[in-house]
Structures are given as C-alpha cells and as structure tokens.
C-alpha cells in the first residue's frame, strides 16, 4: 500500500503558494485494509476515508466510465491493481494531476509540472469531456490563475462539449457553486470570458450574455460595451474585498441593459427596473441563497440614486435609506454601498477615481440611527393629555422599524403610534439637513 498526496495541494504548493487542504490517493489498499487502520468511512460512490488524526481524505486509486449524460453519470472502479497513473489519468487538468509520494518524489505523468511553468491550463486526457463541471471547474481555475492561458485544445473540447449538449444537464446547486467560488476569486472576469469563450455562458447566464455588445454613452462609461463594464465592475468588487452578495450584486446590476430597445441606445432609461426584473428568473433557475438575491436586487433597483448622493435632498436620501431598510440591516446596506462603489470604478480609466458617496451615506445612516426614538416616544407621552390618545391605530407589526423603534411603541401604550412615527422621522431628517450638504 502507498499513499501519495494528489491535486490541488500539489499544485499549490509547487506554485508557492499557500496550501489549504490536502487529499490523498492510496494505491494498493482494500477498504477493510484502510478500516482497520483505523480510517472511517464516508464515500457514498465510491471508496473514501478519514484519517483518524488529520480527518483528511483518503481516497482509494479508481477508474471511471462514463454511463449516462451529465456529472453524475459514471461507475467508478476501486480496486488493488489500479495505478497511480490511470487514478491521475481521470482528473481534469494536467496541473491537478500531479502526485507526490511520501518522500518527496514527484509523479507527472501527463505534463503538469511544464504546464505550470508555461502557465497553461490543459486537460489530461479526451474523458475530460465526459464530465460537464470541469467547464466550470477550469473557468473558475482561470479566475484563480488569471495569469495562465487556456489551451486551445481544451477550449475547443469545452465548446465541442456545450455544443452536444453537456452543459445542458448541469444542475442549478453545482452551477452556483461553482459561480459563486469563481466570484470570490481575485479577477472573476476571467470565469465568464471563458464560460464566453466556450459558448456556455449563453446557456448558463443569458442575462448576462445578452450584455454583450449592447452599447453605453461615452461620456458615462468610455468602455461603452456593457459585458465590458460588468467584467469591470464584477473585478472592482474582488479588489474592493466584497462579500459573496456584494460581489454577485456587482456582476448583475446592469441586466436591464441587455432589453433595453435598439432605438433607444447607447441610453438605458429605466434599465434599474428592468435589472431586477431580468434578475428574478436567474435567481429562481440558479437558486441564489437569500442574502445574495436580497444584495444584488438592491443594487440593481438603487446603484443610479446611490451615486447621486450630492443631488438629493434629504428627504429623498432618508427615503432610500428607509426602503433599502438600513437602519435595521446596516450591514447588507454596507454591502450594497461596496457593489456601488465597484459600479462606478468599474469602468475604462475611472479605477482609481474616489467614491465620496459611500462615506456620505454612512454618515447619513449614522445621523439617522443616532436618533433616540425611545426618548421621542416619552416626550409626545408626556406631551399627551390624560385618555386624549388612546383610540389611535395599533402597531401595524415589525417591519421596517427598529430596536429602538419598537421599544418607543412599547414605552407609549396610551399614544397614537402614527404620531410617534411621525416624529422618529422628523427627527431622523432634521439629523439628515444638519449633515454637511
């Protein structure tokens, strides 16, 4: 029996770079050989362990053949006779298909160590084509690498692939896993320009490929093509250090663009709308967890009023404020105010200009949050004659208020909460004019 470490671990560690997570490949083991030295069992398909001190994964040497359409039509082979070269042969790229053996020494069958000096992303072997994910695997691999090339041998495989339909059977959890690891990659462009290149991001994304070639003012954004813009924005967001939502925000805020009438380009009125209508279906197909959906329809709806803070008066900026529901979620409004900011540097030339309307929205959200409801909610209850105000409206439940909203409705039993409301707002935009304009 021998163990070697495989894949990504290697990889990375022959790059210099830090290495996260390790897995093994063990040649000449049975599953009752592993058990008994005390590895647990967790492989539903096919035989894989935990170590019993390092909980890393223990995979026994297989073969696999393909037996029907999409990612999960294999049966894999486990056996003591299969090698470490035909265990190596069924990975996806060359670079992940090196072995180190417990003393050190490398195994490379298939090219890998050049590659990685060429910097080339490139497949082991034609059963690259039998599994439709390392199309997205190696489009997120490209996001990583931002550096290394595509092979055209592999792309034209990967466009071979979509055009019989492969890409087709991917499911929607695989497809937004594999987005959403891309995104938080450094240069995410490089995901959707090969998913481009291969002709899958039109059956994955067509919202965002309908982007392409869909004409902006110069003067606005001197890129002037929208995908362009997008690629930008989605890359902004890495290096502003965005969350998952803020940076999935940034990649679709500009769906709308995509419908927007040919006679009525390179202008998009009304595009905010249409982003977040263009954004629902995606969301429903790709089934996007809540915080991303919440983020990203946010931003399509407000990124054009956001940066026009200077513009607005405070009553328009408290109206936002309240409908983005930030005083009680600041931290997804911060989030959105990220993918804004992206929004504006994102474009040809502007990376390095400033975004002072990120610091003026916190501070009108901290003017409006330093309020003291409960203080307001006393005074108007002191303020009330005896049995004057207890025929008023009750609460109309918990939306939209804040902690200290709700402890001001339950100091005033006996006041008209609309009248308490009423003034929490007064407040909240006198604190608003009193910021600097």
């Not at 550096?147 to 055209?152: E, G, K, S, Y």
């Not at 009125?269 to 954004?279: N, P």
């Amino acid at each position: 029996m021998k163990t070697y470490a495989v894949g990504g671990a290697v990889r990375d560690e022959l790059l210099g770079l830090a290495v996260k997570d390790r897995d093994w490949v063990v040649v000449g083991a049975t599953p009752a050989a592993m058990q008994a030295q005390g590895f647990l069992p967790v492989g539903r398909d096919f035989p894989v362990f935990l170590h019993p001190a390092t909980k890393e994964e223990y995979a026994l040497a297989r073969t696999e053949r393909k037996t029907a359409p999409g990612y999960a039509g294999f049966v894999f082979h486990a056996a003591t006779e299969v090698t470490l070269e035909e265990d190596l042969r069924r990975r996806d790229l060359t670079i992940n298909a090196i072995a180190k053996a417990e003393d050190g020494t490398l195994i490379d069958p298939y090219g890998g160590r050049a590659d990685l000096e060429a910097k080339r992303l490139r497949h082991v072997s034609p059963a690259f084509a039998e599994d439709p994910v390392r199309i997205l695997r190696v489009a997120r691999l490209a996001a990583r690498f931002s550096d290394f090339t595509l092979a055209p041998e592999t792309l034209a495989l990967m466009q071979q692939m979509v055009a019989n339909g492969e890409a087709d059977a991917l499911v929607a959890e695989r497809v937004w896993q594999e987005l959403a690891r891309g995104l938080m990659e450094a240069t995410p462009s490089r995901m959707f320009t090969v998913l481009d290149d291969c002709g899958a991001l039109a059956k994955l994304l067509p919202e965002l490929a309908a982007l392409k070639g869909v004409p902006q003012r110069a003067d606005y954004h001197p890129e002037i093509d929208t995908f362009v813009h997008v690629m930008l924005v989605a890359d902004m967001a890495a290096h502003l250090n965005g969350s998952l939502p803020a940076r999935f925000a940034a990649l679709t805020h500009d769906l709308g663009k995509g419908v927007t009438p040919a006679d009525m380009l390179p202008r998009h009125a009304g595009h905010e709308q249409k982003s977040v209508a263009q954004l629902r279906p995606l969301c429903e197909r790709l089934r996007v967890p809540g915080d991303c959906r919440e983020v990203a329809q946010l931003v399509a709806r407000h990124h054009g009023t956001i940066h026009r803070y200077a513009e607005l008066k405070p009553s328009t900026r408290l109206e936002l404020l309240e409908s983005c529901d930030a005083l009680r979620r600041p931290e997804r409004f911060a989030q959105m105010l990220l993918a804004c900011e992206a929004d504006y540097r994102g474009r040809l030339g502007w990376q390095t200009r400033a975004y002072p309307q990120a610091e003026a929205w916190l501070a009108a959200l901290a003017a409006a949050h330093a309020v003291d409801a409960g203080a307001i909610a006393r005074e108007v209850k002191a303020e009330t004659p005896r049995g004057a105000s207890g025929n008023g409206p009750k609460p109309a439940g918990h939306a939209g208020k804040t902690a200290q909203d709700m402890a001001a409705a339950e100091n005033s039993a006996t006041v008209n909460p609309k009248r308490i409301a009423e003034r929490i707002r007064s407040a909240r935009l006198a604190a608003l004019k009193r910021l600097a304009p």
